[in-house]
């Protein structure tokens, strides 16, 4: 009697288990396959050969046009139906940061004055899913990311006998990415060092107290140098007493 029960049970949970996509009008190519999205480490910052992005925030683009913000990672398996797809991740992003699908934008002033970004990374991947199971596998995409900012520091040595009485100097920088693809990051040894931004806008500095070896230093983040026109630099020099 409990040999049959056995049976019995068996067999109902194997075919609850095989049956969730297989109907009567079974097609092969409309039932969820298995992935998995794998964010990866800016190859120059990388440990490893193949070092995965942990703690990423991602958001998927479906076949339906609607992103949806998405846990991922190479245990994180998706079923994801036959279409075409579009996978963003970014990483350390602060309040400065917007994105709109793959654009990559600065908050700024009325008059193109732009905030500094964080040192974040991010990438994203396009690919496509032929549906139906392979072979009851998971395939899995790699989603590379480069880092998005980089700092542009000023340094500004003063000399002559007014020197002394210099209290602090300022300068802005137009030409100045405000707004970009993220496929457009500066890569250290890549093909090119800036790419043209989509909006563009100016950066300010304060350079107020000298360094170690007599420069007036500042520094600002950004998110590339516009190809599209000449980056213009503006000193004031302000001396003691006004």
């Given amino acids: 009697m409990m040999k049959n029960i056995c049976k019995i049970t068996c067999a ?144 500004v040595k003063t000399a002559g006998n007014n020197a002394a009485l210099v209290s602090a100097i300022t300068a802005t920088v137009d030409g100045i990415t405000l707004s970009r693809d993220l496929k457009d990051a500066f890569v250290e040894g890549g093909p090119q060092d800036r790419y043209a931004a989509l909006k563009r806008g100016y950066v300010a500095y304060t350079l107020g107290e000298k360094d170690t070896d007599g420069y007036y230093t500042g520094a600002r983040r950004l998110l590339g140098l516009d190809a599209n026109v000449k980056q213009n630099l503006a000193l004031t020099v302000h001396y003691q007493g006004g």
């Fill in 12 to 155: 109902v949970l194997f075919l609850l288990f095989t049956s969730s996509c297989i109907k009567s009008d079974y097609d092969a190519e409309n039932c969820p396959g298995l992935y998995t999205i794998t964010p990866l480490v800016p190859e120059e910052l990388k440990q490893g050969s193949r070092e995965v992005l942990t703690n990423a925030n991602t958001s998927i683009l479906y076949p339906d046009k609607l992103w949806r913000k998405t846990e991922v990672g190479p245990d994180k398996m998706l079923e994801l139906t036959k279409g075409d797809y579009q996978a963003v991740s970014l990483k350390g992003e602060n309040e400065n940061v917007g994105l709109s699908g793959t654009v990559v934008t600065l908050t700024s002033d009325e008059t193109g004055l732009i905030n500094d970004p964080s040192d974040f990374v991010g990438g994203y991947i396009d690919f496509n899913v032929e549906g139906g199971l392979v072979d009851w596998g998971i395939i899995n995409y790699d989603l590379p990311t480069s880092v998005q900012t980089r700092p542009l520091v000023i340094k």
